[in-house]
């Protein structure tokens, strides 16, 4: 089945790799590589803008862990901050239920999730650093939403953009996606005429010579 997006910079996203974004990230001096996050499913695919949870360890009151899943629209990416802690989990069997039902984009955490096989068996993606199975209920709890959180050394804040693939996400500012949507889409059309000429004969020395394929991620200052 072929995804549909209403917003057509969603649509342009979709059609690029993590590696091209991720060229174009370093080409304009964006830090925007999740550091350590994977999916439970190496075909996993995911698009979107970020709605972000920051959780901190429980001090003497209980809290919430997840009660916002009601709340989001479709296409919606969960973005959680635990800190990178992989000693509790703030992502499980329900809320990936919940989200799928309501068509949520997919969910990546600092940190770890639980009930994994339920992900892979609805196909629904989660990118996190591991899988365990001990709740954070009564260890942690949400702090806010919608706030500038840090995953995987990645500043990532509400409603910006968010592409996932097998080799893990990258993070482009909602304020530049533009200008990195333009690189990117140049960077893949460079790489597909890179190959178009092998498969014609060319050496690829030639071939990355000819597009100008050691320049293209390189920042210009």
Request: charged letters at 25%.
């Amino acid at each position: 089945m072929i995804e549909t997006f209403s917003d057509p910079v969603l649509a342009e996203l979709a059609l690029l790799d993590t590696s091209h974004v991720s060229d174009a990230l370093d080409k304009l001096g964006i830090n925007g590589q999740i550091f350590g996050v994977l999916p439970l499913q190496r075909t996993s695919r995911l698009v979107g803008r970020a709605f972000t949870v920051r959780y901190v360890p429980i001090t003497g009151t209980a809290g919430t862990v997840g009660d916002y899943i009601d709340d989001l629209a479709p296409g919606t990416v969960v973005v959680l901050d635990n800190a990178g802690r992989l000693d509790v989990t703030v992502w499980g069997d329900l809320l990936t239920a919940t989200a799928a039902q309501r068509g949520v984009a997919g969910t990546v955490i600092d940190g770890v999730c639980r009930d994994s096989d339920r992900a892979v068996e609805l196909n629904y993606p989660v990118y996190a650093r591991s899988r365990w199975m001990r709740t954070g209920k009564d260890r942690v709890r949400v702090e806010s939403y919608n706030v500038p959180v840090t995953v995987g050394g990645v500043c990532v804040e509400a409603a910006d953009y968010l592409l996932g693939d097998g080799d893990g996400v990258v993070c482009v500012p909602a304020s530049r996606i533009t200008e990195v949507l333009d690189v990117a889409v140049g960077i893949r059309v460079a790489e597909q005429a890179i190959r178009h000429a092998i498969e014609e004969g060319a050496s690829l020395a030639d071939a990355r010579a000819s597009a100008g394929y050691h320049s293209l991620q390189t920042r210009e200052d």
